[in-house]
């Protein structure tokens, strides 16, 4: 299987929320609130976009 | 239900000079309260208790986070943030379970994390790394009842 690459279309959204289309290829909105993003990406497209954090660059994250 | 692993950006550093991203087990979820449904990235994170949310994301769902009974929650360097607990639903593929999961006001720095309580309860989880996949599979009652009894 392939990961899904998403490197290229995540790099400018470092730190925000992001709505993305559902088959990731597209960032319908971004923002701060996913409440924001939300509604802005309802004006972008009909469908049921997928809602992500995109984590600093500069750290790695432990769970 | 298989998942890709996500390749996501990070920034060369001064112990991995050459990696400019990283490759996570975050798979989307669907998050249920109500008649309102939002569809998030969430980290399969075995480490984490709890399933945990944004507060915020609870807030978008018309939940009153604040309502919900609190748990503190800590991790590596010993922060402790606090989450409130609510009874959701989450749906993972085709499949919906319910869940009581924490929404936190506090910084994760991830979309979600799906752990111990309420995820790896009930799913079985193969993380492959080299084949670039997770693989998620729904435990049924029989085989919750057989882990239960040592089979």
Redesign the interface.
């Known amino acids: 299987?392939?990961?899904?690459?998403?490197?290229n279309l995540?790099?400018g959204y470092?730190d925000c929320?992001v709505a993305l289309n559902s088959s990731r290829t597209k960032v319908l909105a971004s923002g701060q609130?996913?409440?924001d993003i939300?509604i802005k990406a309802k004006i972008q497209s009909s469908e049921?976009?997928?809602?992500?954090?995109?984590?600093?660059?500069?750290s790695?994250?432990?769970? | 239900m298989?998942f890709?692993?996500?390749?996501?950006?990070?920034?060369p550093?001064e112990a991995f000079p050459n990696s400019?991203?990283?490759?996570?087990s975050?798979i989307?979820v669907t998050v249920i309260s109500s008649d309102k449904?939002?569809?998030?990235?969430a980290?399969v994170?075995s480490?984490?208790d709890n399933c945990i949310f944004?507060g915020?994301?609870g807030?978008?769902l018309d939940i009153d986070v604040h309502k919900g009974p609190k748990q503190k929650i800590s991790?590596?360097g010993g922060r402790i943030i606090e989450a409130r607990f609510h009874n959701i639903r989450l749906r993972v593929g085709s499949v919906e379970f319910e869940v009581y999961a924490g929404f936190s006001f506090d910084t994760i720095?991830?979309?979600g994390?799906l752990g111990q309580r309420g995820f790896f309860d009930n799913f079985r989880v193969i993380f492959d790394r080299t084949?670039?996949?997770v693989i998620v599979k729904k435990r049924t009652s029989i085989q919750k009842l057989l882990t239960l009894l040592g089979s």
């Open positions: 299987m392939q990961a899904l690459k998403l490197t995540l790099k470092e929320w609130t996913i409440k939300l049921q976009p997928i809602i992500t954090y995109v984590s600093r660059f500069d790695d994250y432990v769970g | 298989k890709p692993y996500q390749e996501r950006p990070r920034d550093s400019s991203s990283r490759l996570v975050i989307p449904a939002i569809t998030i990235d980290l994170d480490g984490a944004p915020m994301l807030v978008a991790g590596l720095g991830i979309s994390l084949a670039n996949s």
